[in-house]
């Protein structure tokens, strides 16, 4: 916006007319803007002139002699709490005794500096034009100078006299004479507004500056009446050199960009192409002189249609600049696409990222697919049962079927792993071959299968049972073997408000209830199957005091560096022990306190003693550990957590270094854009975040960028697999380095897991191989043992 339609948008002129009788009283008041004077009629004007300006109230009085007209200025705040300079004039109305007053109000508030130059020779002498180096002059409405700034003799030569009653016009080039006498007839009409232009003014020597000249009309705030023009100039003749320097530069960028690997062209706002540099040539396959000045979307036919010509239209109509990333069709290639918007056009750089996006591809499928059998994973699975219970279907309910093989140990011991994954890609094939359209089967890992699917009842759902368990009692045949396995099936059908937890837990059960009764049965999900149901609500009640009791105490596992094999760092482990119950997993109670809103006290707990430990440690044994402490998704969503680590830091006097934050892809993905602020706040305090069990849910590349985290914690799933799934551990460290991340692998519990995660050059590892999570005086003795 203007800076002159700012300021009249702060500040509206009080212009009025007004008229009062013999005692001063307004009768009759007409405003610009009512109510911002802060006066009605039937109001003394006297009074009302001297409760608004008190720096004024010596004159007001005086103001009104009888018989006598008076003007006034006064600085007065209106009703809308904005300051502004106010003239008061008034004539005598009337004879006798009954002379009453009419008048005006003008605001000066806007050009009472223009209208005080124009006004007083000597203020503009004092205040602004001796002190100048600007060439400040003013001329009449004849065009002639009336008055010039001494910085005329100083910068051009020209004493005043020899400018003072000459035509404005006469000092300046002949090719710039008839643009500027329009321009002067403008500024002296009615409603004349402010130019800015430039202009050639000859010197007192015969030489020529370019001078950058605003010109403001002066108009007698009473009469209306131009009483001339206000010009005030700058010489910007070596500026112009510098233009010329800068479009140069600009050439030679042009050529530069010419150079780069980026494809790169401009538009104008009617989308003639006005440069495109020779790698964007040859993408449309053309040359640069077939494509310049025709418009891009007769250069490239499927461009309009396509999400890219979406953006570019976008662009031009916003004038906001984009970056995006799309797939262009014609060419059969993904783009990387940057749009400048700019006032007359658009500049546009774009890249071939195809290999980038089919790398990215094969990542996301390597993270939601089974690396052996080619079918979902786990993570693949959940999400999309997550969306069946989402959905209301008229073929009828979300059902799982938990597959285990029932002879699968046995002869994977007895024949080797190879014998044993050729056994598992056999049966994904069968699994695969009795599903119905809409149903899925993936591979939970080992010889876990599940299947989901809609059923309308447990006759649809026993249908399914039946052909999945006669396809697995065929014998199935590798390296010339015949082999026989059979399977356990357990069954759960969705009941409102289940989760995909609750409902993969229900038909683990079940599938333990079919392989204890027999080989090759199936059994349905009942809740007398589960006596967990009575030991959640023993946990529940005594989670309520467990924290106040003092039942929860911190275990300590290391993490070592796996080149040097030197301790680095602490994972912070809550453990509950309660006196009846005994040792309590973290498995059962940690849900459980996120689902009834006691996972945030705790968590606050566990960090503050983690704090202190680390803090004691380090003091003790002269180390730079770092201790780790899980982030809860609860904690993640609560708009303090940030004020309570840092109450933590602050309370423990721990330095933010030695503290790393963990948290999980399934807790970042619920809010994504919280949870990364949150991250990048916590980032800024110094404090290291990692994000743990990565790989056992979304895994995405995309996501992955966006947060601000320093290491990545292999989930021990991923860790522990057979051969075929070292690829992806090495795939997923690459992907870790690539993004500047370390990597952590949990879960090491042999020798030869160790040796083989070194070499995929995993930074540091952590299980049961260095040390068993343990409290903090065995922690103690640990170190002194180290």
């Not at 006598?68 to 008061?88: M, P, Y």
């Not at 005329?152 to 080039?173: D, N, S």
């Not at 150079?259 to 449309?284: C, L, M």
């Not at 876990?448 to 039946?466: K, P, Y």
């Amino acid at each position: 916006m203007p800076v002159n339609a700012m300021y009249k948008n702060t500040f509206l002129l009080l212009n009025a007319v007004w008229s009062t009788d013999s005692d001063g009283i307004l009768g009759f008041l007409l405003e610009d803007h009512p109510g911002l004077l802060g006066i009605v009629p039937g109001q003394c004007l006297q009074d009302w002139m001297t409760q608004v300006s008190v720096e004024h109230e010596s004159r007001c009085p005086a103001a009104f002699i009888p018989g006598q007209s008076f003007c006034v200025e006064l600085d007065i705040t209106a009703s809308n709490g904005h300051a502004h300079r106010v003239l008061v004039t008034g004539l005598p109305q009337g004879t006798g005794t009954e002379v009453g007053y009419s008048g005006a109000i003008v605001d000066l508030t806007v050009h009472c500096r223009a209208l005080d130059d124009a006004l007083s020779k000597a203020r503009q002498s004092s205040l602004i034009i001796e002190h100048s180096d600007d060439l400040i002059a003013h001329s009449g409405p004849d065009g002639r100078y009336l008055h010039v700034s001494p910085s005329y003799t100083r910068l051009m030569g020209w004493k005043p006299e020899q400018m003072v009653g000459r035509p404005v016009i006469e000092f300046l080039h002949p090719d710039d004479r008839a643009s500027a006498h329009d321009a002067l007839l403008y500024l002296v009409s009615p409603n004349a507004r402010p130019l800015v232009t430039e202009v050639r003014k000859r010197n007192a020597v015969g030489e020529y500056a370019a001078l950058a000249t605003k010109a403001c009309p002066v108009i007698d705030p009473v009469t209306g009446r131009s009483q001339g023009v206000v010009m005030v100039s700058r010489d910007i003749t070596e500026e112009q050199a510098m233009r010329g320097q800068l479009r140069d530069l600009a050439n030679e960028k042009l050529a530069l960009v010419d150079s780069i690997d980026d494809g790169f062209f401009s538009v104008n706002a009617e989308w003639h192409i006005t440069y495109v540099n020779q790698r964007a040539a040859a993408f449309v396959g053309a040359t640069r002189d077939a494509v310049l000045g025709r418009r891009v979307w007769d250069v490239a036919p499927g461009l309009a249609e396509s999400p890219i010509g979406v953006h570019l239209r976008e662009a031009m109509a916003t004038r906001e600049s984009v970056s995006f990333e799309a797939f262009y069709e014609p060419n059969s290639v993904w783009l990387s696409e940057r749009i400048y918007a700019y006032a007359d056009g658009l500049s546009v750089f774009f890249h071939d990222i195809s290999e980038r996006k089919a790398a990215e591809a094969k990542l996301e499928e390597l993270a939601t697919r089974d690396s052996l059998t080619g079918l979902p994973n786990r993570a693949w699975i959940n999400s999309r049962v997550d969306d069946m219970l989402k959905r209301t279907s008229q073929a009828g309910l979300a059902t799982i079927f938990f597959i285990d093989l029932n002879r699968f140990k046995e002869i994977n011991d007895s024949m080797g792993h190879a014998t044993g994954d050729l056994l598992l890609q056999q049966v994904s094939e069968r699994l695969c071959q009795c599903m119905r359209p809409g149903d899925v089967v993936a591979r939970l890992g080992g010889d876990e299968f599940v299947v989901a699917a809609s059923c309308t009842g447990r006759e649809a759902a026993t249908a399914i049972a039946q052909r999945l368990l006669g396809q697995l009692k065929a014998p199935f045949y590798a390296d010339g073997l015949e082999m026989c396995v059979g399977a356990s099936i357990g069954i759960c059908l969705a009941s409102p408000g289940v989760t995909t937890q609750q409902l993969f837990q229900s038909a683990d059960t079940a599938m333990y209830k079919a392989k204890t009764s027999g080989t090759g049965g199936f059994a349905f999900y009942d809740p007398s199957m589960c006596v967990e149901a009575k030991r959640a609500l023993t946990l529940e009640m005594a989670l309520n005091k467990a924290l106040e009791l003092n039942e929860f105490e911190v275990y300590y596992q290391p993490r070592v560096d796996l080149r040097t094999k030197r301790i680095l760092g602490l994972e912070a482990l809550l453990r509950w022990n309660h006196p009846e119950l005994g040792q309590i997993s973290p498995l059962e109670f940690i849900s459980l306190a996120e689902e009834r809103g006691h996972i945030e006290a705790i968590g606050q707990w566990v960090l503050l003693q983690a704090c202190h430990a680390v803090k004691m440690l380090n003091a003790r044994f002269g180390l730079d550990l770092r201790m780790s402490v899980n982030v809860s998704a609860r904690q993640l969503r609560s708009h303090s957590f940030v004020e309570q680590v840092l109450h933590a830091l602050e309370a423990s006097n721990v330095d933010p270094a030695s503290i790393e934050l963990e948290v999980t892809e399934s807790a970042l993905i619920v809010d994504l854009g919280q949870s990364g602020d949150m991250l990048r706040r916590l980032k800024q305090e110094g404090i290291r975040l990692s994000l743990d069990d990565f790989g056992t849910g979304y895994s995405s590349m995309s996501y992955l960028r966006q947060l601000p985290v320093d290491i990545l914690k292999l989930d021990r799933s991923f860790v522990n697999q057979d051969a075929s799934g070292f690829g992806f551990v090495a795939a997923l460290v690459n992907m870790a380095h690539a993004l500047g991340l370390s990597v952590v692998a949990e879960g090491i519990e042999t020798t030869e897991l160790m040796g083989k995660l070194e070499g995929m050059g995993c930074d540091e590892g952590q299980g049961y191989l260095f040390a068993q999570p343990m409290p903090l005086d065995a922690v103690e003795e640990y170190l002194t043992r180290s």
